[in-house]
Structure formats: C-alpha cells, structure tokens
C-alpha cells in the first residue's frame, strides 16, 4: 500500500524507519520530512497543516492510509477534512478528528474528561483573564510547588512548576494578561504538585480495542539532573524498571479502559494514539496529561523496540480490526539522546554544517531539525538529532547512545550526559 506520513522530526524519521520494514508498504511518502525521512521515502514539498495540499497527494500518489505525526494538525482538524472529501472515505488515518485531540489541545478539556469518567489525576482549577483576580486568590491558599498549565498548544513549554507563590502569581500574570504563550493561555490550569516517579504509557486504539505498547520515561530540562528550562524533550529510556506488571495492571483498570469507555460514551470516535503520562505516586497512577499523538523523543526509544509489523498495526487501528492483531516487544533495552543547538531552548543557533553522521556505528540516527543544503546536512531546529542505542544491557545502551551523541559535531552543540543514569541507579 502508499502511505502518507505527515510531520517533519525525530518522531516522524522514527515511523519512516519501522514502517519502511514492513512488507505491507509499497510507497512512503512523507511531508514535509526530513533529509533522514528522504532515505526511506519520498518527501513531499508542503507542511503538514497543508490541508487541501495534503488531499491533492492522497489522490496524486494513491494514499491507503495516512499516519498523523504531531499534535497540531490533528488539533486542527485534518482527520475530519480528510473524511470530508466524498471521494477519499476509504482512506485509513491513524489520529483522531479535532473532537477527540482535544485531549491534549485543551488542558480544561481533558481535566473535565478524567473527572468525568474516574481517571485519577491531580486536583485543579481553571482560571481566565475575566476569572483572574479569584484565580490569583485561589493560588494564594495552594501548597507549594503549584503547577500552572496553559490551556492550548505550547509546544511542550507551557507548563510552569512554581516554587513560591510569588513566582506562581508572575506567571499566572505573565499568562493570563501578556499572553506569554499567545491564545495557548487565554485559560490557565492550576494544579496540584504530584510527587512521584514520571513515566509515559502509549496507547494504539481503534476506539473499541487497544493494544500498550512500549512505556517510557523521558527527560524534559535542558541541564543535568533535571536543572534548567522545560524544553520538548532532552532524550528517553525504555522500558522503565518501575513500571511493574502490578503498576502497569492498574494503569489499565483506573485510566487506559476508563479512557477508552469515556471516549465511547461521550460518542467521541477515536482511531490512533493516547499517550499518557503518569506519575507513579505511592504505587498508584495519577494522570499528568494526555497527547493525541506518540510523544517525542520517546518514539525513538518506543519503536526499536516493537519488533511485530507496524504498519500492519496502524492498519489495524485504522480499520477497526485491532483486537486481530498482536504486539511483540523486545527485552532490550532502548536509550535515546538528544543534541540540541547552541541557545535551546531559549533562541538558538540555525543553519550550522554537521559532520560525523557517517561516523555513528552503534546507534540509530534520527533526524530531528535538520535540513539539506548544497549537499550537506545543516540544522534547522532546537532539537537536531536523536541517538538511540539499543543493548541487552541499560549501561551499554547509555554507552552506545552517549557515544553517537559526541560522534555528531556542529557549533554551539549541546547535550545532556545524565540520560538514563537514574534509571540505572533505580535498578541497581
């Protein structure tokens, strides 16, 4: 079959490399991709929130089923500008219609679903700019840290731990009144702190059965030990030592059916991905929030370790037919890290040549803001490349990882040397 993958990062040259294994594939084309996507498929010049440029390559290149990469254009609506044109309804997609993405668009949204439908998840308020002068009132009685979320997409950097509730009310104020994050914090979330272990679970559903796939953690401060500004994600390990069968048997029964079951009764039809993030709060999980879409970098650890045909699964969710399908997941381990340009996640460098990707021989190389040049590879976005090493062994999966990440060479690079060490020390 063709397939269309729509996005342009690691994630995105993660799918192109497990979905280019499968004997299902025909064609991949990919937009807009990447220079990594461009070895495994075609890149196509238009971006993915295209929408009539996105209908006009279905029909082109005979499209069977197209796989939504990132959280905005599922946001947005491509699912069901898709469904709209009366001539593509046998096409598959893999994400939901704007309906069910509002799961991760709206904060508010997905707050009011957990407590609807029983999802456990930390106690929370929502404020507006007309609600601001109660909102700043009710930060004033809150325990410390305090957790303020923008409502919309941020990018992964509209969440702020506050320390004291001076810097609380700052950016509650900064939020609200500046619009530090534009429409994104026309509504602020303030939420309880939940002290704990944080882990990610993903989900593919076809919206009555679901499979789990591989769970992990994921790093999101730009420095060593967690220090620093919030940024996309700084790299991830898989699987993760506390994720116990009992843990992860909870996770089923108090939030991934509870989801599922929520979805069906509020008549939201769901065909795709639910990431979850967790933290494992005194053994019990408590939802952090939901994605729409597989998070990143953890797809780069996610994957290599699915070793059943993905396409054949996103097929199977697509159509509806999950429950025919099974899922094989490796015992190795996985460890995934990110180079970043010089300034990221503030304002960074662009536009710097790369060298050594040829010289990487023990990990997987995936593109994440880079682009093509007069023949060479350039970067082009905070997050450059993903490095992911796979080994029987955690340490030699860090080793190989870590390895790659000082292999690849441009100005102003940066990377974390601390990911998956915790892990490391939890298991020893």
Same mark, same amino acid.
């Given at each position: 079959m063709n397939v269309l993958l729509l996005g342009s990062g690691g994630r995105e040259h993660a799918f192109a490399w497990k979905i280019s294994q499968s004997p299902l594939l025909s064609q991949l084309y990919i937009a807009p991709g990447n220079p990594g996507t461009a070895q495994l498929?075609?890149?196509?010049?238009?971006?993915?929130?295209?929408?009539? $440029?996105?209908? /006009?390559?279905?029909?082109?290149?005979? *499209?069977?089923?197209?796989?939504? =990469?990132?959280?905005?254009?599922? #946001?947005?609506?491509?699912?069901?500008?898709?469904?709209?044109?009366?001539?593509?309804?046998?096409?598959?997609?893999?994400?939901?219609?704007?309906?069910?993405?509002?799961?991760?668009?709206?904060?508010?949204?997905?707050?009011?679903?957990?407590?609807?439908?029983?999802?456990?998840?930390?106690?929370?308020?929502?404020?507006?700019?007309?609600?601001?002068?109660?909102?700043?009132?009710?930060?004033?009685?809150?325990?410390?840290?305090?957790?303020?979320?923008?409502?919309?997409?941020?990018?992964?950097?509209?969440?702020?731990?506050?320390?004291?509730? $001076?810097?609380? /009310?700052?950016?509650?104020?900064?939020? *609200?009144?500046?619009?530090?994050? =534009?429409?994104?914090?026309?509504? #602020?979330?303030?939420?309880?702190?939940?002290?704990?272990?944080?882990?990610?679970?993903f989900v593919l559903t076809d919206g009555e059965n679901y499979v789990v796939l591989p769970e992990a953690k994921d790093y999101k401060r730009i420095g060593e030990n967690d220090e620093g500004l919030n940024t996309g994600g700084m790299g991830a390990v898989s699987p993760v030592p506390f994720a116990t069968e009992r843990f992860m048997e909870l996770v089923k029964q108090k939030v991934i059916e509870p989801t599922i079951q929520g979805l069906k009764s509020e008549n939201i039809p769901y065909q795709g991905f639910i990431f979850i993030g967790l933290m494992n709060h005194e053994g019990e999980p408590y939802v952090i929030e939901y994605n729409a879409r597989m998070g990143d970098p953890e797809t780069e650890v996610v994957l290599p370790r699915i070793e059943s045909d993905f396409l054949s699964l996103l097929l199977a969710a697509a159509q509806g037919n999950l429950k025919t399908e099974s899922l094989q997941i490796s015992n190795q381990y996985a460890v995934t890290t990110m180079v970043v340009a010089g300034g990221y996640p503030e304002d960074y460098r662009k536009g710097d040549i790369m060298s050594g990707i040829e010289k990487v021989e023990e990990a997987l190389v995936?593109?994440?803001?880079?682009?093509?040049?007069?023949?060479?590879?350039?970067?082009?976005?905070?997050?450059?490349?993903?490095?992911?090493?796979?080994?029987?062994?955690?340490?030699?999966?860090?080793?190989?990882?870590?390895?790659?990440?000082?292999?690849?060479?441009?100005?102003?690079?940066?990377?974390?040397?601390?990911?998956?060490?915790?892990?490391?020390?939890?298991?020893?």
């Amino acid at each position: 079959m063709n397939v269309l993958l729509l996005g342009s990062g690691g994630r995105e040259h993660a799918f192109a490399w497990k979905i280019s294994q499968s004997p299902l594939l025909s064609q991949l084309y990919i937009a807009p991709g990447n220079p990594g996507t461009a070895q495994l498929g075609m890149n196509l010049p238009f971006g993915y929130s295209d929408f009539t $440029a996105i209908v /006009e390559a279905i029909r082109t290149h005979q *499209i069977e089923l197209v796989i939504v =990469g990132p959280e905005e254009p599922l #946001v947005k609506g491509v699912r069901d500008f898709i469904e709209s044109q009366e001539d593509l309804q046998h096409v598959g997609i893999v994400g939901p219609g704007a309906l069910g993405a509002q799961l991760e668009g709206s904060k508010d949204f997905s707050k009011n679903f957990m407590h609807a439908h029983g999802v456990p998840t930390a106690a929370s308020k929502t404020f507006t700019k007309e609600t601001g002068e109660e909102g700043l009132a009710y930060l004033a009685t809150q325990s410390l840290p305090i957790v303020l979320k923008a409502d919309g997409l941020a990018a992964g950097k509209g969440v702020i731990i506050a320390q004291s509730h $001076a810097e609380a /009310e700052k950016a509650f104020k900064e939020m *609200i009144y500046d619009a530090k994050f =534009g429409e994104a914090s026309s509504k #602020v979330v303030v939420e309880q702190f939940l002290r704990g272990i944080e882990l990610s679970v993903f989900v593919l559903t076809d919206g009555e059965n679901y499979v789990v796939l591989p769970e992990a953690k994921d790093y999101k401060r730009i420095g060593e030990n967690d220090e620093g500004l919030n940024t996309g994600g700084m790299g991830a390990v898989s699987p993760v030592p506390f994720a116990t069968e009992r843990f992860m048997e909870l996770v089923k029964q108090k939030v991934i059916e509870p989801t599922i079951q929520g979805l069906k009764s509020e008549n939201i039809p769901y065909q795709g991905f639910i990431f979850i993030g967790l933290m494992n709060h005194e053994g019990e999980p408590y939802v952090i929030e939901y994605n729409a879409r597989m998070g990143d970098p953890e797809t780069e650890v996610v994957l290599p370790r699915i070793e059943s045909d993905f396409l054949s699964l996103l097929l199977a969710a697509a159509q509806g037919n999950l429950k025919t399908e099974s899922l094989q997941i490796s015992n190795q381990y996985a460890v995934t890290t990110m180079v970043v340009a010089g300034g990221y996640p503030e304002d960074y460098r662009k536009g710097d040549i790369m060298s050594g990707i040829e010289k990487v021989e023990e990990a997987l190389v995936f593109h994440a803001g880079t682009r093509e040049q007069d023949g060479q590879i350039v970067t082009s976005g905070g997050r450059v490349m993903a490095l992911t090493g796979t080994s029987n062994t955690l340490e030699r999966a860090i080793q190989k990882s870590q390895k790659a990440a000082q292999t690849i060479q441009f100005e102003g690079k940066n990377f974390r040397r601390d990911i998956g060490l915790d892990v490391l020390r939890y298991k020893s």
